[in-house]
């Protein structure tokens, strides 16, 4: 049985969840063109996340990939805290903003058994994981229902620490993905591989499916990824901009734009390094500050910057995550780029 045939897909092409920039209705168009959609819900709560759940299963009879964090949350460091402040000062008197009215909150939540417990009543078919597993009880409730879990592999250790603790299948995140890195066994980034790297070397390092991530925009990628060992793709900057996406109009600009060709990692809009667009922010303090606090902490004090700029218009501030080729972020429906990734490749 092939990994398409486990996940009930008819094409081996899994959309990137992406917190953020998309809701239900992309993941609603993907499954009627035949690949896997993802509901991204670690910026949902669990009411929030029942919600586009019911809407999902009322618009399409595919099966659908629900996509959890599994960070674990940090203790408070106002020593860290006050110091990442201090770095963002100038940009709050620049738009006349205050400091100290920063609200608290994290912003993502990591998979618990709040939102397991509100997941349990839809059996989604596959439940998906970033930053490792969840805790060997709530993974073994997944399980009880039928779910093929997924979960992200940045080095050939993640990839077999994850086949080993129950992962049905390894997302193989190349280096050129968007969005938040998937490590967890290590901050080292001079461990992250490009995807053509990665793909082979966890595909001989494992039993598992491997799905590839990161750069694959059209059918040659597809057809790259395959011939390396692959059983699917993940592809997400390619999505971003079709109209079923909820990605803002400046970070559309933005991918449509030369100013895509420059992406870099960047902990400074959440704490975790992540591959986006470089913005302002990300020059004048550097891509990677080691003031920003633990993941996800970094996001309360940016999240004012970037409505102030937003509303000039600027993406200055703003998370403008994209993968290293966004080469094919058209303004399309969804179902023609999931046709597009599969012509000529799947019979």
């Known amino acids: 049985m092939t990994l398409a045939d486990r996940l009930g897909i008819d094409l081996p092409i899994l959309q990137a969840p992406m917190a953020g920039a998309q809701g239900s209705e992309l993941a609603i168009a993907v499954s009627r063109a035949g690949g896997l959609g993802a509901l991204p819900c670690a910026m949902l709560s669990p009411e929030a996340m029942a919600e586009e759940l019911e809407t999902l299963r009322a618009a399409t009879s595919g099966p659908m990939n629900v996509n959890f964090f599994c960070h674990t949350p940090p203790a408070p460091d106002p020593e860290r805290l006050a110091r990442w402040h201090a770095a963002l000062a100038p940009w709050y008197v620049e738009f006349g903003l205050d400091i100290e009215a920063v609200p608290a909150g994290a912003g993502r939540r990591p998979f618990d058994h709040a939102a397991c417990e509100a997941l349990e009543p839809f059996r989604s078919e596959v439940v998906s994981f970033h930053f490792g ?28 620490w994850l086949e080993a ?88 600009r933005a991918l449509m734009s030369e100013a895509a060709r420059h992406t870099a990692l960047t902990n400074l809009y959440s704490g975790r390094p992540a591959r986006g667009i470089v913005t302002r922010l990300m020059r004048e303090l550097g891509p990677i500050s080691e003031v920003a606090p633990a993941f996800p902490l970094a996001t309360a004090a940016i999240a004012p910057l970037r409505a102030a700029a937003e509303a000039q218009g600027s993406g200055d501030f703003s998370p403008l995550w994209a993968g290293q080729n966004a080469s094919r972020c058209r303004e399309v429906p969804a179902a023609e780029v999931v046709a597009d990734l599969s012509r000529g490749v799947i019979d």
């Open 133 to 160: 597993l969840p805790a060997p009880d709530l993974l073994a409730r997944v399980k009880a229902w039928g779910a093929t879990v997924l979960s992200t592999a940045t080095t050939v250790e993640e990839a077999r």
């Open 165 to 252: 603790r129950g992962a049905d299948a390894v997302i193989a995140q190349g280096l050129e993905a968007g969005g938040h890195r998937g490590l967890f066994l290590t901050e080292d980034l001079t461990t992250q591989m490009g995807t053509l790297a990665l793909l082979p070397q966890i595909r001989q390092a494992v039993d598992v499916p491997v799905i590839a991530a990161g750069g694959i925009v059209d059918a040659r990628g597809v057809a790259a990824a395959l011939a390396l060992g692959a059983e699917a793709v993940q592809v997400g900057t390619a999505f971003l901009c079709c109209p079923e996406s909820r990605a803002s109009a400046i970070h559309r």
